[in-house]
């Protein structure tokens, strides 16, 4: 029997009750401010609610802000280097954790058949509010310090229900980040209330990949010209996800030598979308942005050259985080299938070759995983994080796919099939090394 929507919606509430009840004990919820922030993240449906979505062509009213620009505040240095999550980020990684097991997973088959987020998921997800984690609670998110390793938490746990509905999801929430990482006071007075308040856009998009080959979000065939006040836009924009439904887009442009941020709203003229089905995340409902003479305001750069440098090592570890998130779900699964299956009169897990072949999917996930947890601490101390993040690059693309074809190698014909979900998984894991933008930690 199907799940209505409002049955999902109840869920998430009632997912975000449970998990403030098993809060409660904690000492960190002793304190008031802590307890507030929890229970704003995890039962956030209680004062907004989840809207209808509306049209694509939204207007945008031009606004200014005040004073200066907000911004997260620098997460407090402990001092030693420990990649122990804290009692904060943990709760965000139960309430991830939860959301996935019991709202994503199930539709994680129909998400991909249907290249769709079915609406009931997407009305949880925008409940539990864990879309608004980058944006300060200033400006309406609920993010009281910058914090990578808890995006990374997030993303995994999202990503280890399905990697496509959380790209997708999570894609909106990206554009929110960088609006509040790099983003002058006028720009987050402008767009901010539209992810923050009671009718949140319908999607949004930060899109940085070129269909052409070894890409480089350094090296753009995407143009902006400056002529006057205005920038003039020109180029292509590939696997976008939710590019049919974004509302507004954050799109890379080669700007006098360098590669820039740009705003675009998405009905602004010249813009165009044309579906671009990918191979994996395709829950995500990816297309390619087809930008022709489109005219925005020079005001629309968002952040310097340095801020796009950092978006995208922060778009790769957020890849990466997902990656390491399907990774566990692999894991998962083939363990306990070694553990069920019987040949020649024992499981097949009593067989070297097996086990030693699901060892390596272990040993490989958690390299990743402390890769990932490291390069996101350097990001939060305001550390360089430019290796770091390039070897997290190195080894997601080369061992996330090795991880998905491992599991798929291990349930054989089931392996191959869509009645289990490591198809899906070792297609999404492909993809992981390889794509650039749509996410942000």
Do not use: C
Request: aromatic share 4%.
């Amino acid at each position: 029997m199907a799940t209505t929507s409002s049955t999902l919606a109840d869920r998430g509430q009632r997912l975000g009750l449970r998990l403030i009840s098993k809060a409660g004990g904690l000492p960190v919820m002793a304190d008031p401010k802590v307890r507030g922030r929890v229970e704003r993240i995890l039962s956030r449906s209680a004062h907004s609610g989840f809207k209808a979505q509306v049209a694509v062509g939204r207007a945008f009213k031009q606004a200014k802000g005040a004073g200066s620009a907000a911004r997260p505040a620098a997460a407090p240095r402990r001092g030693v280097f420990d990649l122990t999550p804290t009692e904060d980020q943990q709760m965000l990684q139960q309430a991830a954790r939860e959301l996935a097991d019991e709202v994503i997973r199930p539709a994680g088959s129909r998400g991909d058949a249907d290249r769709a987020v079915p609406d009931d998921v997407r009305e949880a997800m925008q409940e539990m509010g864990l879309g608004l984690l980058g944006v300060p609670e200033e400006l309406g998110g609920i993010a009281e310090e910058r914090s990578a390793v808890a995006g990374v938490l997030v993303l995994e746990q999202l990503a280890r229900g399905d990697m496509g509905i959380a790209v997708s999801q999570m894609g909106t929430a990206a554009v929110a980040t960088a609006l509040a990482l790099y983003g002058d006071a006028d720009q987050q007075a402008t767009y901010l209330p539209h992810f923050t308040g009671d009718e949140p856009v319908a999607a949004a998009a930060l899109a940085l990949q070129e269909p052409q080959p070894l890409f480089d979000p350094f090296a753009l065939t995407t143009t902006a010209v400056a002529q006057g006040d205005s920038l003039v836009l020109n180029g292509t924009k590939a696997i976008v996800a939710n590019a049919a439904t974004a509302e507004l887009l954050v799109v890379s442009a080669m700007l006098e030598g360098e590669a820039r941020l740009v705003v675009v709203e998405a009905a602004t003229e010249g813009v165009t979308v044309e579906d671009d089905p990918a191979m994996g995340v395709r829950a995500a409902h990816t297309g390619r942005v087809v930008l022709t003479d489109v005219t925005v305001p020079r005001a629309n750069l968002l952040g310097s050259a340095d801020d796009h440098r950092d978006a995208v090592r922060r778009g790769r570890l957020a890849w990466a985080a997902a990656a390491v998130g399907t990774g566990q779900a692999v894991l998962d699964q083939v363990i306990g299938y070694a553990k069920g299956r019987k040949a020649f009169g024992e499981p097949i897990g009593q067989r070297q070759a097996v086990a030693f072949m699901i060892a390596d999917i272990a040993i490989e996930l958690d390299g990743l995983r402390l890769a990932v947890l490291r390069a996101a601490a350097r990001l939060d101390a305001d550390k360089d994080a430019g290796q770091v993040v390039a070897e997290v690059r190195a080894i997601t693309a080369t061992y996330a796919a090795q991880i998905g074809s491992h599991a798929v190698q291990l349930l054989g014909g089931h392996g191959f099939v869509k009645d289990f979900d490591n198809e899906r998984w070792y297609r999404d894991l492909r993809g992981a090394g390889v794509l650039e933008g749509t996410l942000l930690v």
